[in-house]
């Protein structure tokens, strides 16, 4: 069926590292994806987002890269820190559904001292 | 700006027995949205509210869970009869749909657990 999910469950990085947490979607009709941080305990926290229109976007240590030709989506964050050890998700927008978002499963950053 | 807020925070409850939770946006957004997370999985939507309509309940199961949004602001989410696997996060986001943001802000999630 039509899903969202993520290639790797956990990703263990050094600090100083950079890392990159992939997704793939499998709906040609998704025009907008956004990726979330959920720390324990705490509800998700917007981190940046990317329309279809886009191939990249930047933010503040933070860039999104969108693969239409596979259905690929990616995060990646630079000079990984501690306070960047969360579960990480993507979610995705289907053209027409209202602001209804996907979720995917999720992957779990690891950032190792 | 005050984020989306959630009480209670945590509630543990016998199955069969009633539960509410409930939620106030972030202040102007007309769209509000109620989210299932169980453990390990990414949130999912059960129902959302455009000011105090229902847009979208499919996900929703009617015959124990209800929701409502009576003034267009806080909203309640409610279990009825509630069984084990109801035992997960409840998420409650708000989106500013009026600026065409259609970036979700969640609140911090009541973690419900069934006996």
């Known amino acids: 069926g039509e899903s969202v999910g993520l290639h790797l469950p956990t990703l263990s990085v050094q600090e100083g590292d950079n890392s990159i947490i992939n997704c793939a979607y499998s709906n040609s009709a998704s025009d907008y994806f956004i990726w979330y941080k959920q720390e324990s305990g705490k509800g998700p926290q917007f981190i940046i987002d990317?329309?279809?229109?886009?191939d990249k976007r930047q933010g503040q240590r933070v860039t999104v890269l969108l693969n239409k030709t596979v259905k690929h989506l990616s995060l990646q964050i630079a000079a990984t820190q501690p306070g960047d050890s969360a579960v990480y998700f993507c979610?995705?927008?289907?053209?027409?559904?209202?602001?209804?978002?996907?979720f995917g499963t999720g992957t779990r950053l690891q950032v190792t001292l | 700006e005050a984020g989306v807020a959630q009480s209670p925070r945590y509630k543990i409850i016998e199955k069969r027995q009633s539960v509410a939770f409930w939620c106030n946006p972030i202040s102007g957004h007309a769209t509000l949205y109620w989210y299932q997370q169980i453990l390990g999985q990414g949130p999912k939507l059960l129902i959302q509210?455009?000011?105090?309509?229902?847009?979208?309940d499919s996900q929703l199961p009617k015959d124990r869970f209800s929701a409502e949004r009576l003034k267009g602001v806080d909203s309640t989410l409610k279990i009825q009869p509630a069984k084990l696997e109801d035992s997960a996060v409840y998420l409650c986001?708000?989106?500013?749909?009026?600026?065409?943001?259609?970036?979700?802000?969640f609140g911090p999630g009541t973690r419900l657990l069934v006996l």
């Open positions: 990317i329309r279809s229109n886009m």
């Open positions: 986001a708000s989106s500013n749909r009026d600026r065409q943001q259609e970036t979700q802000y």
């Open positions: 979610a995705e927008k289907r053209t027409g559904t209202a602001s209804k978002l996907t």
């Open positions: 509210f455009q000011n105090n309509g229902v847009v979208d």
